[in-house]
């Protein structure tokens, strides 16, 4: 019985094996290659190792020559603010749903419910009208109002889920030592519910870290661009010259990968949270 | 409702007490998500139904159903705008029909795989979500190089090796590889999703249920379909809905790769819709056919949620 377990073990791992091996190749070639200087015909052999030593000149040329150390610095900046946003504004709404009751109050939720059901995407024509009447095309503050305005009603679904979970002994104990209902969601309900904003923040701000239609869209300026939409810019410039593209591309992704290693519990809970909200 | 508080103004009063204390933590909220999703969400009916022009003080003329009549005209007329939209339409749907089988069952057989294993599961797990986290654009520039035309590319090298091929294939070219490219693409980087939302849902499955199955003479492919299967129905139930969703929502990966050439036979809705929009300034017409795209992919998940409910019922 154990020896056959191990057998089919060993056969389970060679298959993941070799999956995972199909899944990481295009990485490799894609480091590989930002390693590399590689215009317009290919080499007659996939790149999959870089040759040392390394050729880096194709890293300095972006960041330096490219403007993408320009791109990094807004992307980070846009990413953190939105991330902060949306946080705080889901993390009221969801309060305000949860433990107060109001006329209208299933109402409104059923109203954010089905705008959730209705492909996002499709509000972007009308939202670049209403911030053109706004004059807020090309404008941050745009990005963040489009940002925090649509990202309210999924989030209240999730947050108010987590919070009515919670037990409610400790803010009735709070309430009657005097504490205010602002004291309590930042004393009480933030701190419990840590798990649940930090696993909504890291999705938060991956998001707005490769949002491409929303710059795209919304921004025209050259200086205020983020790194996605520089990326998908170069690639019209610069569309063959893979060792470039690819070192503009690795810079782009190396902090989202960066996080994803450090903060894994939380991406692997978007399993059981939403497994078992929903599941 | 009480009868001490029956009264309509007392009501209206309490109405209003309660929504006073609730207005400073959920009134500024409530304003961005009426301004930013709900309004534009409205306005795109009102858009549709005018002549819509961006420039300031224009006039929106009402066209009535104008917009609308427009994607159901001259349809099988080659290069018409109704032609274009329902071979994006009709690429939506094989998007829908080829990507949400191949995740799922790519998605749920590595989450098997992982489950049963004791060492390395957490490798596993990172290395098949990776390609989940990272930026589209990022890895739509990979797949771009890794199916060139050139016999050096990645893909096109392997299959000339295996023998698979006999001259290099311009994948990006021809419309039938390019969905192909398009398709695998959306699988490759969608599985990981899966994966991670299936293991969590294999936690749940009780172990005894196996154990009695086992003493049953059940193999491990019976054990899959009469244990593991209706123990977790819901999640599956919860995949499949987000998976034809996003699946009906492609539009990112066409932008990237092909933009819907050759000649828009790898076109999919939003990607026509956000053409017609923001290069042809055809407002008007691209808030109907997104109307169109909403009131479908609205129904059509509506219907699948009473289908699917009634056949757990059953």
């Given amino acids: 019985m154990s020896k056959k377990r191990t057998v089919s073990h060993a056969v389970i791992h060679i298959v993941l094996i070799l999956l995972a091996a199909v899944s990481l190749l295009p990485f490799c070639s894609m480091i590989a290659s930002s390693f590399m200087e590689i215009k317009g015909v290919l080499p007659d052999q996939p790149v999959l190792f870089p040759d040392f030593p390394l050729y880096t000149a194709n890293y300095s040329r972006v960041w330096f020559e490219n403007n993408f150390s320009r791109y990094f610095l807004n992307t980070l900046f846009l990413s953190v603010v939105g991330m902060a946003l949306n946080v705080v504004v889901s993390v009221m709404t969801a309060y305000g749903f949860s433990r107060f009751e109001f006329p209208g109050k299933e109402f409104l939720f059923n109203v954010f419910l089905l ?7 499709l509000a972007i024509i009308s939202q670049y009208t209403i911030l053109n009447d706004m004059k807020l095309i090309d404008q941050y503050g745009g990005v963040f109002l489009l940002w ?18 919670l037990p409610r002994e400790l803010e009735e104990s709070m309430f009657l030592d005097g504490a205010s209902r602002n004291q309590v969601l930042i004393h009480l309900i933030v701190p419990l519910s840590k798990p649940a904003i930090g696993t909504s923040a890291i999705f938060a701000f991956t998001g707005y870290w490769g949002d491409l239609f929303t710059i795209l869209t919304f921004i025209k300026t050259e200086e205020k661009r983020t790194l996605s939409v520089a990326l998908q810019l170069f690639r019209g410039q610069h569309g063959t010259e893979f060792g470039l593209l690819f070192a503009a591309s690795v810079i782009t992704v190396i902090p989202i990968v960066a996080i994803f ?11 059981l949270t939403e497994g078992a909200l929903k599941g | 409702m009480q009868k001490q508080n029956g009264s309509l103004s007392v009501r209206f009063r309490k109405g209003l007490g309660q929504w006073a204390a609730v207005l400073p933590f959920i009134g500024i ?3 961005l998500f009426a301004a930013f999703c709900l309004y534009p969400q409205i306005k795109n009916i009102y858009i549709a139904l005018t002549e819509y022009s961006i420039m300031p003080g224009a006039a929106h003329p009402f066209v009535g159903l104008e917009n609308f009549r427009k994607i159901f005209t001259d349809i099988t007329v080659e290069g018409s705008d109704a032609n274009y939209f329902w071979i994006a339409f009709r690429n939506n749907v094989l998007a829908v029909l080829v990507t949400v089988p191949g995740q799922l069952v790519l998605g749920i057989a590595v ?28 890895v739509a520039n990979i797949f771009n190089y890794i199916f060139q035309p050139d016999q050096g590319s990645l893909v096109n090298y392997v299959l000339l090796r295996l023998h698979l091929i006999r001259e290099p294939v311009a994948w990006l070219s021809n419309t039938w590889t390019a969905n192909a490219v398009i398709w695998i693409f959306s699988i490759w980087k969608g599985f ?24 049953d003479g059940a193999n491990s492919w019976d054990k899959f379909i009469h244990v593991t299967v209706p123990c977790t129905k819901d999640s599956i139930f919860y995949l499949v809905v987000n998976l034809i969703n996003g ?10 790769l092909t933009q819907g050439n050759p000649l828009g036979t790898t076109d999919v809705l939003m990607d026509y819709i956000y053409t017609r929009a923001f290069s042809y300034f055809q407002f008007s017409y691209a808030a109907a056919c997104g109307i169109f795209m909403g009131v479908f992919v609205f129904s059509t998940s509506l219907l699948l949620k009473r289908w699917m409910r009634y056949g757990r019922n059953s």
């Fill in chain 2, 247 to 256: 699946a009906m929502n492609i539009f990112i990966q066409v932008f990237l």
């Fill in chain 1, 115 to 121: 705008t959730m059901m209705v492909p996002a995407q």
């Fill in chain 2, 192 to 215: 990981g999703w899966v994966m991670i939302i299936y293991l969590a849902a294999l936690a749940g499955v009780p172990k005894d249920l196996y154990e009695v199955a086992t003493l």
């Fill in chain 1, 261 to 271: 290693i450090v903060f894994q519990k939380q991406f692997m809970q978007q399993g």
């Fill in chain 1, 148 to 165: 925090t305005g649509t990202c309210i009603a999924g989030n209240t679904f999730f947050y108010r889920g987590f919070f009515e979970s």
């Fill in chain 2, 111 to 138: 989450a098997v795989m992982i489950h049963q294993i004791k060492f390395a599961k957490n490798v596993y797990k990172v290395v098949f979500y990776i390609a989940v986290i990272c930026d589209w654009v990022v």
């Fill in chain 2, 29 to 31: 909220p409530l304003l």
